[in-house]
């Protein structure tokens, strides 16, 4: 497998957008009509998903144990949907007649061998997680809804219990289903770390367009049923390293950060940890109370917030990665760092500009979360 020219292939690939997705679907509902059952009744999120995910895993392609983490996280997964074996066979069927498609007169049987080498790691890697996967843990949780607790126009905090009891790494996220929305699953990081009652938060943001967000803030009635996932995601606390923290969230992205903040909050010598929180008003930092009152049980722990949209706000103003920024060099830290496309991009750009190194910097982009 040439690994250049298959990336080169991908970028070109690319380029024709959403209709890239569109020939794979029809392809295989035309071959496989069987497997339509799988998917929502609306695909538009689905498509954007699938370019997605084909991109992250070219792009790795050469990282061996990156990409394998991230496809044995994705095999396990993939088990709520129903996926079998036979599965895989009709997606590579598809996808090759997908690619050959959108190659023009750059295809060869060359580029063909590279891209039937790539999908039959990738399948070979998805189909042995799940299958060991079978055997410890369901495809899916049953979460019964215990609270959900509105704490701003737009954000709402809510309670599950899973059954059987979910075990899970403080950071990870889940994919989340509601009997509303039917097949239309999307992932939320778990906001605490693992308790004894085995109960869950999640912190939930109102998006437009957003079906699921929707569905799980907007009249949940309690005891009603929802379907989770597998954990999956690598944005987790590295307990082996001897630095000091620095947390940064944007939003909702608070969820994953205060998991681990929990999680520090067990260690026999926990390292000092400084969460910057910050939201364009006031009332976007919904959970300031309760991070305050874990900053005064913690003498570990400073939580500074900020908002960027309200100059008479008495506390810190201005955009996330400038009041990081003001607040001295992070070099020496390792840095979790957590919330919309934009702010992750810009303040990892940032930290590594003024010298902290990338292999420090720990990022989840709740980009992917909702359309």
């Excluded at 959403?18 to 679907?25: A, G, Q, R």
């Excluded at 983490?69 to 599965?87: N, P, Q």
């Excluded at 906001?191 to 079906?211: C, K, S, V």
Aim: hydrophobic residues 40%; aromatic residues 8%.
């Amino acid at each position: 497998m040439d690994v250049q020219r298959l990336k080169d292939s991908f970028s070109k690939i690319a380029m024709f957008g959403d209709e890239v997705p569109l020939f794979f679907y029809s392809d295989l509902f035309i071959r496989h009509p069987e497997v339509r059952d799988l998917f929502p009744i609306s695909m538009r999120a689905q498509r954007d998903h699938l370019l997605a995910a084909l991109g992250q895993i070219v792009s790795a392609v050469d990282r061996a144990d990156e990409l394998a983490t991230f496809l044995e996280g994705l095999g396990r997964d993939h088990r709520k949907f129903g996926t079998i074996v036979e599965h895989y066979e009709a997606v590579g069927d598809s996808l090759l007649a997908t690619v050959e498609n959108f190659g023009g007169d750059a295809w060869t049987p060359e580029l063909a061998a590279d891209w039937n080498a790539a999908y039959r790691m990738i399948a070979g890697i998805m189909i042995t997680a799940a299958q060991k996967d079978e055997g410890v843990r369901p495809a899916f949780w049953k979460g019964s809804v215990i609270s959900c607790e509105s704490r701003s126009f737009d954000i709402s905090v809510l309670q599950v219990r899973p059954e059987p009891r979910l075990d899970f790494v403080p950071g990870q996220s889940v994919a989340i289903e509601s009997p509303r929305r039917p097949r239309l699953w999307r992932y939320y990081s778990i906001a605490n770390a693992p308790r004894e009652d085995g109960t869950l938060d999640f912190h939930i943001r109102l998006i437009d367009g957003g079906a699921v967000s929707m569905a799980l803030t907007q009249g949940q009635s309690l005891g009603e049923e929802i379907r989770i996932g597998s954990p999956v995601g690598v944005l987790t606390l590295d307990t082996t390293s001897e630095r000091d923290i620095l947390m940064i969230a944007g939003s909702t992205g608070l969820a994953p950060l205060k998991a681990m903040i929990e999680q520090v909050a067990t260690m026999p010598k926990p390292p000092q940890v400084h969460l910057f929180f910050g939201a364009r008003y006031a009332d976007g930092l919904y959970d300031l109370p309760a991070m305050e009152k874990l900053a005064a049980e913690h003498d570990w722990l400073n939580v500074v917030p900020a908002v960027s949209g309200e100059l008479r706000y008495k506390g810190e103003t201005g955009s996330l990665p400038d009041v990081v920024a003001r607040h001295g060099n992070w070099s020496g830290h390792d840095v979790y760092l957590a919330g919309p496309t934009e702010l992750v991009n810009e303040t990892t750009a940032r930290l590594t500009a003024a010298g902290t190194p990338r292999n420090q910097i720990h990022v989840e982009d709740f980009g992917w979360s909702e359309p």
